[in-house]
């Protein structure tokens, strides 16, 4: 019993790892830009198929993709950035909103002018092809492989946002625009640079999807819902709330599955609204 | 008692910003509360409107405990209050804003099906009021394109429209200019007569203040210092203390100052510029000059203009109109990170730290941005001028003091390598020691050669520290000059500064 | 800047109603079923998007859940009318439905500042989705509820119509529409509606004339889905199938989008946008199957060009034209 | 990027010319769409032996989102199937002309469009639809819009049952096979295999529950001696399998049955494999596993070995008829025809064959030239069951193989029965 604890754990940290590296970005264009990217899911998709491009380009080198996906990402939220969300800041939310949403329907069909409906798929990469034994049961090497990106990339955003210059940057940006840019930080610019890496993460889960699931145009919509459902969890703007927000998701996925399966479909949403409820800002949000 | 206050005290997280406050107000008499800036007058009106909750105390409205009551409970009963910063409806018209406290007053508003116009009883009690204030003329109007002054007319008629026993005003004229002013002051004038209502008034404007209150209460620092009649209170020298920082007497400074004449060239030149807040205008083409090494103070009272000015400067709220050079390049119309850039450190009121990075992370983030070879200032220089953050490297900003803060401010403007400094209420809610401390260190920070251009209430505070001040009234300069000159002229000192 | 909500009608927009309204009741005599039906679609939109713009144009709002009351009207009423209950009874069942759960979500949702309550009515929306999906016995699951009859009118002994045939359910449908329209205009021209222009554009301010604002959020809250229940209780036996995908957020998505493309801070501009939101895409999908990239380019130019909308726009264009008159001849 | 040819306005495919085109009429044909419904009740219909011209033949599918796809290869399939009899003089001499929609898989919007193809664009015959929910719900209106519907992908028994059988609405027909194919043909499949120990990974909709619940039907009839031990049914949208893998091979199954379908089956083989879950499990039957976007979708990955049928397997039967469409198809669209295209390309066929024996477009007589009609179509001999006008014919189950001819893998070791014997026959008792 316990092992099969244990396994179903595991299973649920791979499921919310691979939602975390979506959610971050969302959680962290939300925290500095105040924009709500419903977008970002399309980014996610856009991501998984440049990285599929770029892979059938290389003759099927996973680790190349896996490279240049995320990177051509963030050339996409430059451009979404510097030409189209910045005339909007100063907007209301709802308009804000509506331009994402305008992204999402344009991405749905770019995508499905290039590459065409048919569902699309790359083989795993051959080092990570196997499983590997987990308390007696085998588990695939990629799902540990995304469990391992999904945490590093967790230290890593903690490590820049909490101890590097440019996090201090974000940071104080984040919460004082007008000091921030009376000490000399270019505010413009670093919204650009955020939404960039924002772009990066949601290009780099992408990527990661990329062995595990098949692609199809649309296939952004259930990933974003999901990965809002952790941002709102984990409050708004908090790295770690979404961090923390995508495990307990993957975890009640995984044991909601097995021990309550009528609820699959709901448990997201009504994770959601308890929290709301209860406690609107978020486990680790801010209070207004 | 038509009000009677008991211990009323507030605190946000350790600051208390009204402490143990009590009093009492009979019937038909119009009361000003006084007070400088920080003292907790708004506060205490939020505490009495029931905007906010106090944490002790309790509030009696002819003698019913209405401490726990809602916001619109407590209107219900008679409380009405107009608000500092104009809070209208900007996108519905003239009418249609004070439409719809009378119909709260009615309680016409609860009807979900007749339409608005068949209420007639209703849109003639409107056009009264808006008649009393004189804003009959612009009914069609939308709220948002009203002048700033109609708009605090606008403002008060709203709070009328609540038909209230009681009405609280917090700063009706702060931002007006001379004409607006000109238009309220009958109006006031004519509530009190009518003695329909009573009035507490919440105000800067010492001409107002005098010319309608018949009590005064004044705070400080949270708490009531004295209370009485405006004769009492403008002879009282405790208020003097407070609002004029007492003695003039103390030569120390003014050696320090003699020391680095202000013969220096130009370093900031303004230049009749007229800036606006949306639709009002703050400033009225204020010129005025920094020169190089000297030290210049922005005195007057609240709501004049002072913190605009230095805004104007940083390029946050830049000019619609006039220039503003920096070493006689323009300036103005800048973006703010650029102008910083250029050497112009800004210490806003209130200190404005990043509360989540440490001191350190605060003092560090100019150098990331700002490029430069050969700076002035070192973290370690920094904390020699203010020893205390030495100790404090690590700790994030939210866990400050206030004057810990305002040493961080400071120290993160000079390691902007900031030439000039504008200073926005240094001195403002800081014990007496820090206080002092705090002059002793930016007179050393002046011997470093920077300049700096000084907004403050406080008259001894400048008196020590500035050579020239410019006085600025109403958005316009009204005066300036040498420091020492204004020591002659007591009367512009009573006019402008004092109470 | 968005331009000023108007609140004031005039004879011209009467007269342009009235000619709408016959409009819509000649429809049947002269155009096609398939016409009748799309129109009845507008319309059902129409009341849709107004049930929802109530609380987004008129009171600041943002609902993301509007469709829980919508497929809540049109799951009870389909079911009724399986059972055989009178058409009549059904749709007002349904309605009252909706009413009900409505009062229960707004309960918890109007305790929330702006953001959050999006957010709130998002994930009770879909959790509605999810129920009406899951409980197979009573919803038909993904498949629905089909072959709903459409029954007819009657007043025993006195008369009876049959509605089976599309133009007869067409009446009906507008009749019903129109009524929930012409009610939701009065709401927003009362006292009440001023009140929740008041709360959208100075939340604090309100409080302070002194009104109680959750009572008053909470009835809008009711009124919102007591329309928007009708909307769908009248759509049930218009496609007589019902399916999940009513209650989805995508559905909730389509009122977001009528009022912002013809302009939330109009009464009219939910309307307009309906007629533009459908008239659109069934223009668009004759020439070519990447409708939707289509409808992102125009979002998005409403977004960058045109913010107030459809409406909004043209209300600005007037008012200019108007300004422009009285500057030549005073 | 797809090829196109014809008129580009009938594929799903849009390029610059068509878009300016497009555009550029928009006006003009915003007049149209006013002018356009004016007039035109149901048309009036010639006499017999002379039908009008040109008749026409609506289609729609889903063509947009994750399963945009199917609708790609059902307009495909019409369209050749258009055009070699437009090639041939058409029907009774007149031209077919030809239309195709997104439905979205919404009810609504699949009623929207019928409803303008009938009434504004004058269609005679509407086929297509994807989603076994907006079968059922066009199904039931046709009295309304009295037109022949024939369902080409859409496989839920219920249309059927209770569209044709129960309520007699005469007007549906459907072209491709029913979910029997999957589950009970599937189930005659298994009854050879030595495994005992069944599980199941399923869509969480009526598709899945009914499948699953039919193959454990006619499997324990078949093999009293199985028994199913676990099933997780994944809700529609899932992309991560993980939990459903862990608990169906937490009961350690020996063999696995599923009808997850489209990417969301290449998605969960994909995942299955990862978990080397077909190193465990030795029978692995996917209902959808030998559909062309799902062999094509996975292409080198797809396992050799694990069992899985289609609609339409287009190596089967091997007869000219068959390798002649296949090659005309791949000529056409540089693809091969998957079973929508198929089901699809037959259902054009039926509506030509239906309409030169009734020599009229009168519904009644169409309906009564349709039941029993007997139709040689590239799947191989069918005939049009009169009780629930399901068409009847035989696809074989087979195992994945991969094969140097082809960039994808195919079936091999074909097994197939006669349609009869596991199409459940009305009053719908279960086989046996």
Redesign the interface.
Known sequence: MGERLLYLAVVGLSEGMALWLVAAGLSLTFGVLRVVNFAHGSLYMLGAYLAFHFIRLFGGNYWIGFALGPIALAVVGYVMERFFFRRIYRLDDSFQLLLTFAFVLIFDDLVKFIWGPVHQSVPTPPILSGAIMVVGRPFPAFGLFIIVVGTAAGFALWYLIERT??G??V??TA??R??????????PRLYTGVFMFGAWLAGLGGVLAVPMRSLAPGMGESIIIEAFVVVVIGGLGSLRGAFIGAVLLGMFHAFGVTYLPVFELALAYVTMAIVLIIRPWGMFGVRE | MMLRVEGLTKTFDKFVAVNDVGFVIPEGRLTAIIGPNGAGKTTLVNLL?G?LTPDKGRIYFYEEDITDL????R??RGI??S?QLV???????VR?NV???V???TG?????????SG?KD?RNHVDHILYEVGLETSAEL?A?QLSHGDQHLLEIA??L??EPTLLILDEPTAGMNPKERQRLLPQLEKLVKSGSVNLMLIEHDMDVVFALADRIIVLEQGSLLVEGTPVEIQNNPKVQEIYLGGDLEDSRSHRQAQQNPSAGEKLVEVENIDTFYGMSQALHSVSMEVNRGEAVALLGRNGVGKTTTLRSI???TPPKRGTIRLRGEIISGL???E???LGV??V?EGS??????STM?NL???T???RKKDRRWTIEKVEKVFPPLQELRERKGRFLSGGERKMLAIG??LM?DAEILLLDEPSEGLSPLMVRFLLDALIRIREEGITILLADQNLKFAYQLADRAYILDKGAVAYYGKLEDLRGKEEIVKKYLAV | M?P??R?HGNSAQGLGAGLVVTGIFIVPLVLGPFWQYLIANILLLSLFSLSFNLLFGMTGYLSFGHAAFYATGAYVTGMLLLADFSLIVSVALGTAAAGVLAVILGFFCVRHTKVYFSLLTLALGMMIHAIVWKWTSVTGGDDGLVGIMRGSIKIPGVFEISLNSLSHYYYFLAALCLLGIY?LY??V???????L??LR??Y??????????RQYLQVTFF?AGLFAGLAGSLMAPLEKTVAPSVAHWTKSAEPVMASLIGGP?TFAGPIVGALAFIGLKELVVRFTDYWLMVFGIVLMVVVLGFRGGIVGFINDHLRERRRLALREHP | MKKKGGDGRRLSGLNRREFLKASAGALGVGAALIGGGIGFPAIARAAKGKVKNPIKIACQGVASGPLGNNGDFMNKGALLAVEEINGKGGILGSKIEFNFRDDESKVDVAIKNARYFVDTWDADFLIGIDSSGVALALGQIMPDLNRILIVTHGSTNKYNEEIVFKKGIKQCFRSSVPLYQDACAGALVAKDFPAKQWAAILPDYEYGHTSWKLFKQTLKTLRPDVEFVADSFAKSGTVDFSSHIAKVMGANPEAIFSVEWGGELVTLIKQCQLFEVYKKVKYWMAGMGGAMDVLQGLGREYPEGLWGTTRYWFLYPDNPKNKAFVDAYHKRWNNYPSHNSESAYTAVHMIKQAVEKAQTLEIKELIAAMEGMQIDRPAGPCYIRKEDHQAVYSVPWGQIKHDPKYPFPILTNLKVFPAEKYYLHPPFTQAG
């Open positions: 210059g440019w201090a940057l940071q104080a919460t004082d007008e000091m921030a840019s009376v000490v000399g930080v270019n505010v | 409107t905007r809602s916001a619109s409970k209107v219900q009405g209050r608000f809070n209208i409806f900007p996108r519905l018209t249609e439409t719809i406290p119909l709260s007053r016409g508003s609860r009807d979900l099906i007749r339409h608005l209420f209703v939308l948002g709203l709070a429209a609540t940083t390029g946050l973006p703010p990170h102008i910083a850039a450190g800004f806003p404005r730290i990043f509360p989540n990075l992370q560090q983030m100019p990331q941005v700002i993160r403007a902007a | 968005i000023a909500p609140n009610i009065r709401i021209k009362s006292p009440f509606g001023l009140v222009n008041g554009e100075n604090g301010r309100v409080e302070f004339a002194g009104i109680p604002i009124i801070f």
